[in-house]
């Protein structure tokens, strides 16, 4: 097998159980396994919902990450932003009278849930202005560098390819964002267990099943992929295309690897 390049991980890396003592055992057990990976290969990870039942403070750094939401180069110039979507929820780990506790507590007291917005749920979350910020910052310095762009968050930002009740909260203005770099070619989540597929403009996204529910997205009726036979393997082609023949796409499940 070629050496990878990456390996990217889109959160829910534990589901968390009820005392805290067990989900820590979960953990230690995921982290044994993963450690050696990542003491020769690059691993990325993103933050997901259930990852956060092992305090922010602890999870971080045992899993190498450089902060919470981040930017990596990738070869053939391309790079790969990872979002936090877990920072302005009612999980985020943050204090209510921080910055952050107070934006998503008045965030979700100007959109409560509803059928409009359905997304509103206590188990999605979104991005507060200082980290939309950066992501702008982030989206122009590629575009300076010409540097393709590959966005990874747990949340995802595509309507159309996860439910809309597994959409980040500020689904809407992330994606417009996104649409307007020209640079952006990819965006991938997990989150939703059934997976999806979606294009918008010139960005594919594509939320990667769960090995539970997950299946051959046969839930996503109208999704213009399921009338291609080969389920993933066509995901896998179109990421192929999207990417570039200079890359090749491994995938099992939640877990992505490009090599």
């Not at 930002?157 to 597994?166: N, Q, Y």
């Amino acid at each position: 097998m070629p050496k990878l390049e990456f390996v990217l991980s889109l959160g829910d890396i534990i589901d968390g159980r009820d005392l805290q003592v067990e989900t820590d055992e979960d953990f230690l057990q995921i982290w044994k396994i993963l450690e050696p990976m990542a003491s020769t290969t690059a691993f990325y990870h993103v933050l997901g919902n259930h990852c956060l039942r092992i305090p922010r403070d602890r999870l971080i750094p045992a899993l190498r990450m450089p902060a919470s939401y981040y930017s990596k180069q990738l070869p053939q110039k391309w790079r790969l932003i990872v979002l936090d979507t877990t920072e302005m929820s009612g999980h985020s780990g943050f204090s209510q009278e921080s910055d952050i506790g107070q934006e998503a507590a008045a965030f979700k007291a100007q959109h409560p849930l509803s059928p409009a917005e359905p997304q509103m749920a206590d188990w999605n979350g979104g991005i507060g202005a200082r980290q939309l910020a950066w992501l702008r910052e982030q989206l122009a310095s590629a575009c300076q560098s010409q540097e393709r762009i590959i966005v990874a968050c747990h949340h995802q930002i595509g309507k159309g390819a996860a439910r809309d009740t597994h959409l980040a909260w500020n689904w809407e203005l992330l994606q417009q964002v996104l649409l307007e770099s020209p640079w952006v070619r990819l965006v991938l989540s997990g989150h939703d267990h059934m997976g999806g597929y979606a294009q918008h403009g010139h960005v594919h996204f594509v939320t990667v099943e769960a090995m539970l529910e997950g299946g051959r997205l046969c839930h996503l009726q109208k999704a213009e992929f399921v009338t291609h036979s080969g389920g993933w393997p066509w995901i896998a082609h179109q990421l192929k295309q999207c990417l570039g023949s200079t890359m090749t796409t491994v995938h099992h499940r939640r877990l992505l690897m490009v090599l």
